[in-house]
T-cell receptor, first 115, second 112 residues
Framework: NAGVMQNPRHLVRRRGQEARLRCSPMKGHSHVYWYRQLPEEGLKFMVYLQKENIIDESGMPKERFSAEFPKEGPSILRIQQVVRGDSAAYFC?????????????FGDGTRLSIL | GESVGLHLPTLSVQEGDNSIINCAYSNSASDYFIWYKQESGKGPQFIIDIRSNMDKRQGQRVTVLLNKTVKHLSLQIAATQPGDSAVYFCAEVPDNFNKFYFGSGTKLNVKP
């Protein structure tokens, strides 16, 4: 499968725990984007990363949320001390270049549920 | 920030009919537009895109129309099939930016 791979598909956490969401971009893609989707809503941009660099994190909450895309391995979206309001589907997308006139390719998301 | 919205939140059509899904965008400087299809439990799937220097683009059974004068985008699906049932999102991309702005989506129900 050469598509964007996200894991886990479903993640359950209790309030106060940490959530780690992983994303492996499509082969040959070095640009990764994270989006959040609430039920019956569109996707909201969170962060754009290239290898070892955060390019745009204007959609990330200022506290508890962080993202990285290391030189080796998947991109990680980390949510510390989760709260009920963090429950959502989190989607990762990738693209081969930073040109803004090409589609982003999405994974099937991680559904995060906070108990 | 940019705002992308849809006129019809839910659209029901008969199998075999044509479907038209509309989208309004707010940023006249946006350079690139995309339609995605999202099935339940899955990620958005690319359908078709269009640059701002075009007003029409056709794919297999789908056509996207762009009216920059009124900042309106539409997706036409010919001979709609049950497999077309999904939520459809338009996305707007300002020039030289990688940040996609998504509308709230239209749910397409195809009745057999």
């Amino acid at each position: 499968n050469a598509g964007v791979m996200q894991n886990p598909r479903h993640l359950v956490r209790r309030r106060g725990q940490e959530a780690r969401l992983r994303c492996s971009p499509m082969k040959g893609h070095s640009h990764v984007y994270w989006y959040r989707q609430l039920p019956e809503e569109g996707l909201k941009f969170m962060v754009y990363l290239q290898k070892e660099n955060i390019i745009d994190e204007s959609g990330m909450p200022k506290e508890r949320f962080s993202a990285e895309f290391p030189k080796e391995g998947p991109s990680i979206l980390r949510i510390q001390q989760v709260v009920r309001g963090d429950s959502a589907a989190y989607f990762c997308a990738s693209s081969p270049t930073d040109r803004g006139n090409q589609p982003q390719h999405f994974g099937d998301g991680t559904r995060l549920s906070i108990l | 920030g940019e705002s992308v919205g849809l006129h019809l939140p839910t659209l029901s059509v008969q199998e075999g009919d044509n479907s038209i899904i509309n989208c309004a965008y707010s940023n006249s400087a946006s350079d690139y537009f995309i339609w995605y299809k999202q099935e339940s439990g899955k990620g958005p799937q690319f359908i078709i895109d269009i640059r701002s220097n075009m007003d029409k683009r056709q794919g297999q059974r789908v056509t996207v129309l762009l009216n920059k004068t009124v900042k309106h985008l539409s997706l036409q699906i010919a001979a709609t099939q049950p497999g077309d049932s999904a939520v459809y999102f338009c996305a707007e991309v300002p020039d030289n930016f990688n940040k996609f702005y998504f509308g709230s989506g239209t749910k397409l129900n195809v009745k057999p």
